[in-house]
């Protein structure tokens, strides 16, 4: 386990704003849901989640910033900082009643991430990282799978939403990985995504047109789990790309390579 104190204040955000999320699945009807942009919901459990978490972060640590998905960004006084915040990761699943879906907190200072929490509350499956001290699952330590064979593998990835991003694109991937791996999964939680390569249960994930907070949590995951993060191109700021690919070092080499040639096809 990580016991710092930076972890506590993590993990008790977390599992208060997770309360609230259990109380509402399942309860569609009163979550006053809107629509952000085609395809793209929110619901007053996004909002209350956001809000116990917001809080929780700014009464531990006064200063830091917040870039919150649904509030939008709070500049601290501590500008080496930051706190990137997804109080429901897979409001899509949440609303149809999908079991799956998760909150997602990273801190980022000095421009690395440094520490994230992701937890499912339904699963109630904990996962926490912080640089240098490791990943771990509720108290089991991570490592990510040690495949090395593509034809092997489980690959994850995600969708844009409707009219963001390009699914001509993201067909022609699909397509290529699919024609090479042992299987293929669309999940709907950036964050868990994450944390299942982390965990080894998934061996590669990738996707584009995302949020620092879908990821910031996960990518310090990953890594500390002893895998590879890029951004989907390969690159080495995933974080500023808005886009990841990961997964341990060989198959990560692997799907990089794959998802060039379907683009360049
Ligand atoms: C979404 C989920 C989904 C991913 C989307 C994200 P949200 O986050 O992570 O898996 O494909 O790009 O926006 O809106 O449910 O927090
Ligand atoms: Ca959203
Ligand atoms: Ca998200
Ligand atoms: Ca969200």
């Known amino acids: 386990m990580i016991n710092s104190p930076l972890m506590t204040v993590m993990v008790d955000a977390v599992r208060k704003a997770a309360r609230g999320l259990k109380r509402d699945f399942g309860e569609i009807e009163n979550l006053q849901v809107s629509r952000k942009g085609p395809g793209n919901f929110v619901s007053a459990a996004d909002r209350k989640a956001e809000e116990v978490l917001k809080e929780a972060l700014m009464k531990a640590r ?14 601290g006084t501590d500008k080496s900082h930051t706190w990137h915040v997804d109080p429901l990761d897979g409001t899509t699943n949440f ?3 999908i079991p799956h879906f998760a909150i997602s907190v990273g801190l980022e200072r000095d421009g690395q991430i440094v520490a994230g929490v992701i937890y499912d509350p339904i699963k109630d499956e904990l996962f ?22 593509l034809s092997d593998a489980v690959v994850a990835y995600g969708t844009p939403y409707l009219g963001r991003g390009s699914h001509g694109r993201l067909l022609k991937e699909v397509a290529a990985v699919m024609a090479v791996s042992g299987g293929t999964r669309r999940f709907g939680s950036a964050a868990l995504d994450l944390a299942y390569v982390a965990c080894g249960r998934t061996d590669l994930y990738w996707e584009r047109d995302l949020q620092t907070w879908d990821i910031a949590a996960g990518i310090i995951l990953v890594r500390e789990a002893g895998g590879f993060v890029s951004s989907a191109d ?5 974080l500023a790309a808005r886009s990841v690919a990961c997964g341990n070092e060989v198959l990560h080499r692997e799907l990089i390579a794959l998802l060039r040639k379907a683009n360049a096809s």
Request: proline share 5%; hydrophobic share 25%.
């Open 128 to 149: 926490i990282a912080e640089r240098g001290k490791g990943a771990y699952l509720n108290n089991r330590r991570l490592r990510v799978s040690g495949r090395q064979d």
């Open 95 to 97: 609303l149809h009643g």
């Open 62 to 75: 006064p200063g830091y910033s917040l870039i919150l998905e649904e509030t939008g960004n709070v500049e």
């Open 234 to 238: 390969g690159g080495a700021e995933p």
